[in-house]
């Protein structure tokens, strides 16, 4: 007698689930809302004498609040826009040689950097020091719109 599918999973097997894009961007964009909680809670966003801050607190990898985000799988950034760049000031992320990528930019050929530029927020595909994930950045503004920074999270492939 063959065995059904059913029967396989009823036999303790695994089943397989194809994960569409759409529940993957879903997963992206609830890791973004916890960050964005997190973090905006300190106050509002500004830029003051180089450094990004939200209310009084200046962003830092001590003050960033990245636990809701590790706890539910993901990875997670905060840059500052310095000039035409992107710079991490607090991320969870380490480089392919193990180090903090705290200081390290995006990466010039990112897909997120033109929306983010145009003040828009991206949801798709990012390797990120070497590591492929399902991704969103949003902008972080200012009080009179000016985009200054980005929150990153990312989802591991």
Sequence with gaps: MALLPADTEALGAPKVHKVSAETQTAVVKSLMAALRADVEALGAPKVQGGDL???NT????DTVGFGTVKRLGGEASVFLKSGD???RVATTLKKEDGTSAVGAPLAANSLALAKLNNGEAYYGNATVFGKS???GYVPIKDASGAVIGAFFVGNPK
Excluded: L, N, R
Aim: charged share 15%; glycine share 8%; proline share 8%.
């Design 133 to 135: 994930y399902d991704a």
């Design 53 to 55: 801050y939200f209310g």
């Design 58 to 61: 200046k962003v830092s990898p």
């Design 85 to 87: 760049q992107y710079v």
